[in-house]
């Protein structure tokens, strides 16, 4: 896939959207009641990456403060959504073990892999931070993780939402009708180039995560080292 040329499409076609108020709003995202839970196995980008994340959120903060902006401990890449996030999911319902070998059987498939965040893309209830990978690898990791998954019976719901062959990471969602549309366009086209920067992936988590994998709702079930 042609990374650059796909973030820029979603780009093109979420502004127009945003500029004809045809942008889309998450109800959930200040419910009490969402019990919607997952599994997913994510990278976390450095610290130095996320300071200049929070740097281009604040200037969003500063044209519109109403929408839902990640902290830090939030931020995240995600690898594989093994469980995609359902009502009344819960850990005592598998066995993490057998997950765990699947995925350790398969580690070899990704290795010496940075990522560089440059510019941001859109879609249509969301901001993104654009991520690149040095290789292939990471979509090599993920056709091997989709095979051995498929190969068991483990409860999973890889792909079910849509194919994963990005490396983007979300940091803004729109919970509420845009203040002011011209003035969040001009932030994002200001940042739509700007270099976060790169990081080396040393770690991936497996996580169990509500939909918006918030700290407080969020479990590392294990941590491997690559």
Same mark, same amino acid.
């Given at each position: ?33 969402? %019990?919607?839970?997952?599994?997913? @196995?994510?990278?976390?980008? *450095?610290?130095?990456?996320? &300071? #200049? ?85 990471? %979509?090599?990791?993920?056709?091997? @993780?989709?095979?051995?998954? *498929?190969?068991?019976?483990? &409860? #999973? ?70």
């Amino acid at each position: 896939m042609d990374l650059k040329a796909h973030y820029k499409k979603l780009f093109d076609r979420s502004v127009q959207n945003i500029l004809n108020n045809k942008y889309v709003l998450d109800p959930e995202i200040d419910s009490n009641n969402d %019990n919607r839970y997952g599994i997913t @196995l994510l990278i976390r980008p *450095s610290e130095k990456v996320k &300071k #200049q994340i929070q740097r281009f959120l604040s200037a969003l903060k500063e044209v519109d403060n109403s929408q839902y902006y990640y902290p830090n401990t939030d931020i995240h890449i995600t690898v594989l959504s093994i469980i995609s996030c359902q009502t009344g999911f819960s850990l005592n319902q598998i066995n993490t073990e057998e997950y765990l070998t699947v995925i350790e059987e398969n580690l070899d498939s990704i290795a010496n892999l940075e990522i560089h965040c440059k510019g941001i893309t859109a879609s249509d209830s969301a901001v993104m931070i654009q991520g690149f990978p040095s290789d292939e690898s990471l %979509n090599s990791f993920r056709d091997s @993780l989709r095979k051995a998954f *498929s190969k068991t019976n483990l &409860k #999973q719901s890889i792909d079910s939402r849509y194919t994963l062959l990005t490396a983007h990471s979300t940091v803004c969602r729109f919970r509420a009708p845009i203040e002011n549309t011209a003035e969040l366009i001009a932030v994002l086209e200001k940042y739509k180039h700007y270099d976060f920067g790169t990081f080396q992936v040393n770690t991936l988590d497996l996580v169990y995560n509500d939909w918006y994998q918030r700290a407080e709702k969020t479990q590392i079930i294990h941590q491997f080292k690559i």
